[in-house]
């Protein structure tokens, strides 16, 4: 399974490959995401023989990850959200074998970990209908022409119209961002984090937890835990809310035109969770004069010393090589 001591690779069937490679792309610890065919009985499928319904094979994608950087299980939460995993007829608007959901393992661990999520998301009881997603041994992987790779990039207008065509997105937003999700949120956050991160509000400046705090550290997505800013690039803004120039993990962060209040700006959000971080800015320290300008209500401090507690112990080397310096 492994392509370098490093690195592993995960391959999921989610219907239309074209919708299955943004939400793993560019994200911190994955190498690629390549779409192709795979689960079947035929020797190098083209896509046209898919559409023949003979093959047994399925379109997926083939993720090749660091786990180190970016655990197993957590490609399989976002793969979730991705599916209708009580569908075993294809997903969506397409129907068929070449469409049908699977998680294909190459390993018995993550055979393990794909029948403990599985499990996890039954007993959550989000889906009323039983829980159909196949957990299958992996096999060989086709990969798909060239016009098939990274579709989202190479025709961005026919994969929104697609990607909104197809029911995925109203999906999403039913089963995964309905009232019982808002309402855990709720249970979890305080009223501010709720309505920075849910609704865009802005924390008051100097009045918030954050804005004077240049302990070493990581600071965190308060929703999701992921990796979002380094103490080491902290900087005074002179604003009240704490500035940083550039994020810890480039692909953690979405950046989002704002058209509100009669000016054009550009909105952070945490990529996972969806949670609205702030704005940047572009008048912070030279060179790059970045400013991600962020609300300390979106935001988890972990300070150095609890790292490693917290699952981000590959981040110390950074504080490590800072004091050699």
């Not at 197993?72 to 608007?93: A, C, H, K, N, V």
């Not at 990039?153 to 009232?179: A, C, I, M, V």
């Not at 920075?196 to 100097?206: D, W």
Request: one cysteine or more; a negative charge; hydrophobic letters at 30%.
């Amino acid at each position: 399974m492994n392509t370098t001591n490093k690195q592993q690779l995960a391959t999921f069937a989610g219907g239309c490959f074209w919708c299955m490679v943004k939400p793993f792309d560019e994200l911190p610890g994955i190498v690629s995401v390549v779409s192709g065919y795979t689960g079947g009985h035929t020797e190098k499928p083209t896509y046209e023989d898919l559409e023949t319904d003979t093959t047994g094979h399925r379109e997926a994608v083939q993720i090749t990850f660091e786990p180190e950087r970016f655990p197993y299980e957590r490609l399989l939460d976002i793969y979730w959200q991705l599916i209708d995993p009580t569908d075993s007829g294809g997903q969506f608007m397409d129907r068929g074998r070449a469409y049908e959901a699977a998680i294909f393992v190459h390993s018995e661990e993550q055979r393990e970990q794909a029948e403990r999520s599985k499990e996890a998301l039954k007993a959550s009881k989000r889906f009323k209908a039983p829980i159909v997603t196949e957990i299958l041994p992996a096999t060989t992987f086709y990969p798909a022409e060239a016009e098939h790779q990274h579709y989202y990039r190479t025709h961005p207008l026919d994969y929104k119209l697609y990607q909104k065509g197809s029911g995925r997105d109203d999906f999403t937003e039913l089963h995964w961002n309905g009232r019982d999700d808002k309402k855990q949120l709720l249970n979890r956050l305080t009223e501010l984090q709720y309505e920075v991160t849910q609704k865009k509000a802005m924390e008051p400046p100097y009045q918030n937890e954050y804005w004077n705090h240049f302990e070493e550290g990581i600071y965190a997505d308060i929703i999701s835990g992921d990796p979002l800013f380094s103490s080491q690039d902290k900087f005074d803004s002179g604003t009240g809310w704490p500035g940083f120039t550039r994020p810890l993990e480039e692909g953690l962060v979405r950046r989002e035109a704002d058209y509100s209040g009669g000016e054009v700006r550009t909105v952070l959000r945490s990529r996972l969770s969806g949670a609205y971080l702030g704005h940047l800015f572009y008048d912070g320290p030279e060179p790059a004069k970045l400013h991600y300008r962020v609300n300390s209500a979106a935001l988890r401090f972990i300070p150095k010393t609890e790292l490693t507690d917290n699952g981000l112990g590959r981040y110390l080397e950074l504080f490590e090589r800072e004091s050699r310096v």
